[in-house]
């Protein structure tokens, strides 16, 4: 277990690092520890360094591993692809939604909620068709007409994942389209507290960073190669 502190320390430098590169000021990345495959030990063992907000792709998965009363202060977020009949499990297992990439999907959630719960939009910037996310800006856009309608629902950003086996070009330009997209939200619809652009994983986080992502997405590089 040292050596997830140790490495929770070498990528806590190297966002720091990636961040001075760009221009940026290291205290506006932050990190989501992605511990989809992970024990809930391994979870508790970084939650003590310091680390509170993590990121789960299946349902099921979090709902065998994590128990409910969880400490305080540490936050779980579902980023992976959600089906509308799993929308009132979610909500009740989830402190928030990064992955919501359809209007149907958000008007089950918002029907499900009786408090504020915060989503991230996930937009499809790469050409794979195995990704989900909302398959163009224009479908987002009309979507959001009605989201923003919502009583519970908080728009507070978009997410993506970038192309996974792309050059360094087509990550670049995957990460610039979203951050366009969330130029447009902000100006089109404003939703209060939309700040949030989600992107970048351990592979590509150097790129996000430079392209205006302020929350990076991290498995890999801080729990090792997953099974
Ligand atoms: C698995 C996953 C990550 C983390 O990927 P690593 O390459 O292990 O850092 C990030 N985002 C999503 C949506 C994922 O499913």
């Known amino acids: 277990m040292i050596e997830l502190r140790e ?8 966002l720091a690092d990636a961040a001075i590169q760009a221009g940026r000021k290291p205290s ?13 030990q391994e979870m508790l063992e970084l939650f003590s360094c310091g680390q509170l ?27 992976g692809h959600l089906q509308s009949n799993k929308a009132k499990k979610a909500i009740e ?7 919501v990439d359809s209007l149907k999907l958000a008007n ?14 996930e937009l499809k910037t790469a050409e794979e068709d195995s990704k989900s996310g909302f398959p163009s800006e224009d479908v987002l856009f009309s979507a959001l007409d009605t989201i923003m309608q919502s009583t519970y629902l908080q728009v507070r950003g978009l997410m993506t994942i970038g192309p996974l086996d792309g050059d360094e070009k087509m990550v670049r330009a995957a990460f610039s389209r979203l951050r366009n997209a969330f130029d447009a939200v902000k100006t089109r619809f404003d939703p209060p507290q939309f700040d949030t652009l989600s992107m970048g ?4 986080y150097r790129l996000a960073i430079e392209e205006g992502s302020n929350l990076v997405r991290i498995g890999t590089k801080l729990f090792g190669k997953r099974g």
């Open 53 to 79: 907000l993590f990121g789960e792709n299946r349902v099921q998965e979090v709902e065998d591993k994590v128990p409910q009363i969880r400490p305080e202060g540490m936050r779980l977020h579902l980023i």
């Open 201 to 204: 994983m351990s592979g590509d």
């Open 93 to 99: 297992l989830f402190d928030g939604i990064d992955s």
């Open 28 to 40: 506006d990345i932050r990190l989501m520890a992605v511990s989809k495959t992970r024990s809930y």
């Open 108 to 121: 089950k959630l918002e029907g499900h909620l009786s408090k504020p719960f915060p989503i991230l939009l």
């Open 7 to 14: 490495h929770y320390q070498e990528i806590q430098e190297a």
